[in-house]
Structure formats: structure tokens, C-alpha cells
């Protein structure tokens, strides 16, 4: 990962928009606040965002954009939504179509941007809590998958809860709630701890997103509500179009991680 984690927020941006980065964000830009994305055309905007206020674990909002604006004026005034991701996933009516690392080709004069909180936020303080991050320390995306835990249906949006996994001992798996709770606007604590068949996972070594990753002796799955949600929501709800970051490739905001602790 080279120096990225001590880069600031607009350094990173920088290179992202130059095609430098262009893969997973995680650890980039420490104690700086990362954020999911769905960009969305006006008409679904007000389904979204009741569906987000109904399902705040999974999708806590951050900011909104403006109908037609593409900058995410709450939490960095100098953004481009359009070209600040390493990739962007298109759904056209439920359906993964491609993903590219530039949207302003697909970008319409109606569509509207939500930034949802990412639990990549909370890994710096656990990090500095002592607890390790096993995809961190592996160099790649975090495990996410699609559960049996139903989102709150709102207008034409329903679909099932995603979740983020880390591998904890059980002890650091305590911790690590105590700390995350303090950040509701970043999933908060964990959803489930311990057996993933409860929650409708039939194999921890098949992640539906990401990466698999490797358990040590005495540890235990750990899983977040996860911002990823939004694009299992989409394969069932089939707006017209939905973009989308790829999940682990995040926007990197100008806003500090202590700034959403409410402890």
C-alpha cells in the first residue's frame, strides 16, 4: 500500500481520479472517514433515502447530493463523485451490467448521490484498540455477504441485509463491539457474532463480495451490516439505473473518523 495511509484525503482523490489507485481503499488516508455510494436519477431519490432512514444499520447516510450535482458538498467540497472511486459498479434494471473506473460518461443532469457510511471508518480504532484486521494485514478486500436478514422494504427498494466479516478472537470480538458502538454513523456494532449458518451464510470460505480470508486458531466470525447492501437491493428492486462504488473501492471524504464517534 506503499505511503496511502498517510496521504490526505485530497492527495488520494488526486490519484484515484489519474488512475494510480485502483483497487480496494481500505487503510488509505488513516482516520479520515470512507463512505459507500449509490447514484441514483431523481425519480427512485425519495424511495432511497425512506429506505435508508428505515434501515440505518446497513445504510447510514453521510450526505446527499443536490439533484444534478456531483459534489458531495457535506463532506468534501472538492470532490467529483464522478471520478474520486477507483471503480464503479452500473446495475441497468437489477442487472450488473460493468464496472469502470470513470462515471462522468454515464452521469445524468437528474441524478442524485448518497454516501452511506463504510466500516472501513471504524478500523482505525480498532486497530489502535490492539485488535488486528486480517484483511488489512493481508493486503486485500474485506469478506461480505449476503445474509437472510431482511432490509425494511421502502417504496420500490427491499432486498436482503449484506455484512462485512473479521476474524476475531473471542475477547478482541467483546472489544471490538465496545468500540464500534461508539459510530452508529458507520454501521455501529457489530449484527452477529459466532455461527454464520444462523444468519443464512452456508460457507465462510465463499464470500458473495470481496475476499475470502484466512481464520487462526480460536477465532470467530465477527459480521457488520455493510454498505454493500444497496447493490444486493438493486439486483432485487431493478431500478432503471443504479451506480455504485465496487465494493472495498471507497470515496475517501475530508471528514475525521472522531468527528462521527458519539463517545
Request: charged share 25%; net charge negative; hydrophobic share 40%.
Amino acid at each position: 500500500m506503499g505511503n496511502y495511509e498517510m496521504l490526505e484525503p485530497q492527495e488520494i482523490r488526486e490519484l484515484i481520479r489519474k488512475q494510480e489507485i485502483t483497487g480496494p481503499t481500505a487503510g488509505m488516508s488513516k482516520g479520515n472517514t470512507q463512505a459507500n455510494l449509490v447514484i441514483l436519477k431523481k425519480e427512485h431519490a425519495f424511495d432511497f433515502l425512506l429506505f435508508c432512514q428505515r434501515n440505518p444499520k446497513p445504510c447510514p447516510l453521510l450526505d446527499v447530493t443536490e439533484p444534478g450535482s456531483y459534489v458531495p458538498a457535506m463532506i468534501a467540497k472538492s470532490a467529483d463523485i464522478r471520478k474520486d472511486i477507483p471503480k464503479y459498479r452500473i446495475y441497468r434494471d437489477g442487472v450488473f451490467t460493468e464496472e469502470v473506473a470513470d462515471i462522468t460518461e454515464y452521469w445524468e443532469d437528474d441524478m442524485v448521490g448518497f454516501l452511506l457510511g463504510c466500516s472501513f471508518t471504524f478500523e482505525t480504532p480498532l486497530l489502535e484498540g490492539g485488535i488486528p484486521i486480517r484483511h488489512i494485514e493481508e493486503n486485500c478486500n474485506v469478506p461480505m455477504y449476503k445474509t437472510n436478514i431482511k432490509c425494511q422494504k421502502a417504496g420500490m427498494f427491499e432486498g436482503p441485509t449484506v455484512v462485512s466479516m473479521r476474524p476475531m478472537t473471542p475477547e478482541d470480538a467483546i472489544r471490538a463491539v465496545q468500540i464500534t458502538s461508539r459510530f452508529p454513523a458507520v454501521h455501529g456494532a457489530p449484527i452477529h457474532i459466532g455461527d454464520p449458518s444462523l444468519i443464512g451464510i452456508k460457507d465462510i470460505s465463499k464470500p458473495d463480495f470481496g475476499d475470502a480470508v484466512p481464520f487462526k486458531q480460536g477465532e470467530i466470525p465477527v459480521f457488520w451490516a455493510c454498505g454493500v447492501t444497496p447493490q444486493a437491493v438493486a439486483m432485487e428492486s431493478k431500478p432503471s439505473i443504479m451506480i455504485t462504488h465496487a465494493p472495498g473501492c471507497m470515496f475517501i471524504s475530508d471528514i475525521k473518523d472522531e468527528e462521527l464517534s458519539v463517545l
